[in-house]
Structure formats: C-alpha cells, structure tokens
C-alpha cells in the first residue's frame, strides 16, 4: 500500500518548496525531518529569550509582490505571506583601510563606490550596466514558470518568445563567470576587490568562480525592489511554508530520521526511518546534500559506479565557524544590521577567518531578543579537516572563534563587556545539526568549470533538491531549485494555473 504520492527528505527550504508546491499541484505529499525544527540550514532556535538564525540573514523581496525571488513566487502560490522590514543600507563591508557603505539604491551605491574612487566607480557602472541587462532579459520569464525536463523548451516557445529573443544576446554571459565581464570594463583594484567580495558572500567563490546570472539577480533585486527582513527571523519563512504544505493538504513529521531511501526493481519505493518504521511511495525527493544522499541514503549498487564516483567527488565549500551572541544594547541606538570584517588585505578573502560576516537582525526586528538587548550571529569559514571531539575540544573552539569576536569588535569595540549569552558552534555543530556532509555550505562548481547536477538522477523516481542541485547555493536559488522538481513531476499545464 502506497503512503504518500511523494515522500520528501528534509525540510530545508528546498524540500520545503518542493513539497509545499506538489501539495499545492494535488500529490499526497509527506516531508520527513530529521531534527525537531523545520528549516534545515535556515532554522531558527531560541536560547535564553534570544531567537538566532542559523544560517541566511540577507534577503530581498519578501515584501514585494513584484519581486523576482523564487522564494517569493511560491509563497503567492501557496497564498502565503509573511511581515518583512525594509531597510537600506544593505550593510557595512569594513575592510582594513577603511569601512564601506553599501546600498540597495544603485545611485547611492555608485556614489559611495566615488567616494573612493571616481575612476573605479565608472568602470564599476559599465559592469553593473552589463549584468542588469541581463537581468532584465531574465526578468520576464517567472522561475515559477520554470522546470527541469524537456517540456521546457515548448512551454518557454509558447509562452515567452520576445523574453527568448532578448536572451539570445546574453547567452555567452549567461553561461561565464562574473570575472569575465569584470576584466572587459573593471581595472580599479579597490572595486575589483569589492566585486569580489561580494561574490564570495553569494556563492563561497569569487568574480571568476561565480556564474554571472547569480550577481546579475542580486544587483538587480536589490536596486530594483526592496531589501527586507522577514519578521521573526528565517524562521518565520520556514513557518510560511510549512503552513503553506499543510494548508494544501501536505504533512511535516519531525524526529522523524530518514536512514535509507528505498529501491524496488531499480525505482525509489520509498524510505525506512531509524525507528524502522517503513513508508511507501513512488516519488522519493531528498533534500538531503549529494554526498548525504549518495553514501548515508543510497547502497551503493543502486547507483551506476561511475556516476557516483563522479558525484561523489564534486569538491565542496568549507563549512563556518559559528558565533551567537546575546547582548546587552545600551548605547547602540545608531546600529546598523549588517556588516562584513575583511581583516588582512595581505590574505585572500576566502582564507578561513579572514572574511567575517555579522548579521545583528534585532535592530530591524526587537522581537528577536529580551527587552534592551540585541542578538548577534556572526560566521566565517572553517575546514572540517582537524576537528573532533574529545580533550582540546572547548580550547579550540575557543581560539578558532576569536577572529569573529575580534571582527565583531571592529563594530562594537566593548561587546565582550556587554555579553549575556554566547554559543560557539564548529564545523562538527553544522554536521551534526544540519546533517550535512563535514557540514560543508555546498559544491565548490567554478562557473565553467561543471554545473550544478540536476534534479534528476539515475534511479527512477528519485529526485533531489537543495544547494547541491541546479542552481545552486544560496536561499533564492534553493527555493528555485524546490520549484524546478516539483514542476517537472506534473503537466505544464498545472504549472500555468499558479502563474495566473
């Protein structure tokens, strides 16, 4: 007997997504997690009165019904919403000769970019130019609309030949890097760097390693729609979207650990929790990493050896080292919400430690901490090679957290003096609460150098969703990716109903 059209493994945002959007198209849809929080990497949990993401804290669009972020789409889908503030400036990049403001308004951020240098800030305007163009030419075909099979080329004919025919300048763009329109019209080295820079907090990689559509959205949603916290925290969206699942008939189990997806006659049958409990149903989808699902989910001689040995050795970004911290606010009525602490200029940005982001989300929403305190999660990168637990274990959470308290000092200089709550989490926190293999942030995929495997994979009826698919890392992007699976397991024509 069959208990559920579709079993989803996971509820990140991506399972999420997925499952919610089937729910929506009809399925008997049941997502199974792991922990006993929803929300995979953008969870949300409380400590002391403090509520702390546990990973994203920049988004767009949440606000606006216009916006082009996929996350957005499906929540008009699901004929959900939830409350954001609007706020600008993005944040504050402190590099070590000087602090940066970054701004939504494009006019605003190209001012500021002039304060530093006029040149650089001409050769920053041609780029921009470049990518904007192609995220207008993107604009007009809605990710909602999108799907991962070759029913997508009729559906993109039929409905959206003039948006076809502006993207055919922009394939070669569409395609390369971020570095390679940045080499053609950018020579200043500040705004090389800051290029950089802001690639590497989109995708682990910098200009050169990262596609250009990925930037080409971010400049584009941030100058062209509104940049905005969601009230409560990344936890609030995930509450969206489960209500989203159930409200069309979908279930969320928790405590519920997946040990191994199922396969009959070479197809997916279904899953077998830890408690061995088995649960039946032709359509598996893991949200689970490729690496999770391919070595934890799957025996080996269910897939081709030559397929998972080439998965298997895609190479991954680091995972963090953590900082949450409670904190008391007085005389801190003028901070700003985010900031990005680059500490050596004599180092690559992407060394561990080096590039610290802080993320203070109590300053748009007070809700998040008790009365005249603010929360903090600040994080870096961090190898999960050398860590284990055991004797040292504290000591070296301890020295490999200080460069995150040190870049925190550089936006408050006295907040060691001011804290009530701290929470140090490693490499193994991420892997252990996350599930995720060496609690890595994703695939390490350069632009030209591979792409992001598609939802699909070689065993009937499996399918995956999340960081480690097309598009790629990043909450927009998993979101689409939930999109792209569910889309493809129903007709175009039920896709064309929610686009209405």
Known sequence: MQDADVIVIGSGVGGLVAGALLSRYGRKVL?????????????????????????P????????????NPLRQVLDALDESIAAVPYDPLGHYHFPDGTFPVYGNAERYRAAIAQVTPSGAQQFAK??????????????????????????????????????????PQLGVIQGSVGDPMDQSVRDPWVRRLIDLECFLLSGLKAHGTIAPEVAFMFGERSHSVIDYPVGGSGAIVQALVRGLERWGGKLRLN????????????????????????KAPVVISNATLWDTYTRLLKPEHLPA???????????VDSFMHL????????????????????????????????????????????????????IHAYTLEPYANWQRGEGYEAQKQARSQSLFQAIERVIPDVRSRITLELIGTPLTHARFLRRHQGTYGPAIAAGQGMFPSNQTPIPGLYRVGDSTMPGIGVPAVAASGILCANTLVKPQQTAQLLH
Request: aromatic content about 6%.
């Open 31 to 55: 997502v199974c997690e792991s922990h006993s929080i929803p929300g995979g990497a953008a969870h949300s949990f409380s400590r002391q009165g403090f509520q702390f993401d546990s990973g």
């Open 57 to 68: 804290s920049f988004y767009c669009g949440l606000s606006d019904r216009h916006s082009l």
């Open 127 to 168: 780029l921009e130019q470049r990518l904007l163009s192609l995220y207008e030419a993107l604009r007009e075909i809605p990710t909602l609309a999108l799907r991962a099979d070759l029913n997508l080329i009729p559906v993109l004919l039929s409905r959206y030949p003039l948006a076809l025919l502006k993207l055919l």
């Open 256 to 279: 519920a650990h997946v040990e191994e997806i199922l396969v009959e006659q070479g197809k997916a049958a279904g899953i077998r929790l830890k408690q061995g409990e088995t649960l």
């Open 306 to 316: 030559d397929y998972r040995r080439a998965a298997l050795a895609t190479p991954t």
């Open 324 to 375: 949450h911290l409670g904190i008391r606010a007085d005389g801190l009525e003028d901070l700003t919400g985010h900031h990005v602490v680059v500490h050596s200029a004599e180092q690559d940005i992407t060394v561990p430690g080096n590039t610290c982001m802080i993320s203070i989300p109590s300053v748009w929403d007070a809700s998040l901490a008790p009365t005249g305190h603010h929360v």
